[in-house]
């Protein structure tokens, strides 16, 4: 019953910028971490950004002064704003929602029970 449905992903020029939306469903993660990952081909799955159910946030170094996450808890949807986008920010980018309530952070993809479809981001130059 629970899905993630991401929406955003697209065709942006090296330079430009993406803004990605998921919104969740079939129950809240108001109180749960949520997160954005991201998968490029023939790589692992990399953490991009995780924000918890107080506001704290996290950035893997690539992503951190570029990118920014937010939530609207009411509507338990999360956000990746992408500025500066570079060629090898080209991947699928995925949603990820923590089962678990909790006030602390979640930093792995294992940590991660609920995960959307993804949704494909290319950046050409």
């Known amino acids: 019953q629970v899905q993630l449905v991401e929406s955003g992903g697209g065709l942006v020029q090296a330079g430009g910028s993406l803004r990605l939306s998921c919104v969740a469903s079939g129950r809240t993660f108001s109180k749960n971490p949520m997160a954005w990952f991201r998968q490029a081909p023939g790589s692992e799955r990399n953490l991009v950004a995780t924000m918890n159910s107080g506001g704290s946030t996290y950035y893997s170094d690539s992503a951190k002064g570029r990118f920014a996450i937010s939530r609207d808890y009411a509507k338990d949807a999360v956000y990746l704003q992408m500025n500066s986008m570079k060629p090898v920010g080209t991947a699928v980018y995925y949603c990820?929602?923590?089962?678990?309530?909790?006030?602390?952070?979640?930093?792995?993809?294992?940590?991660?029970?609920?995960w959307g479809q993804g949704t494909q981001v290319t950046v050409s130059s």
């Open positions: 990820a929602a923590d089962s678990r309530t909790k006030y602390g952070m979640t930093y792995v993809a294992p940590g991660y029970n609920y």
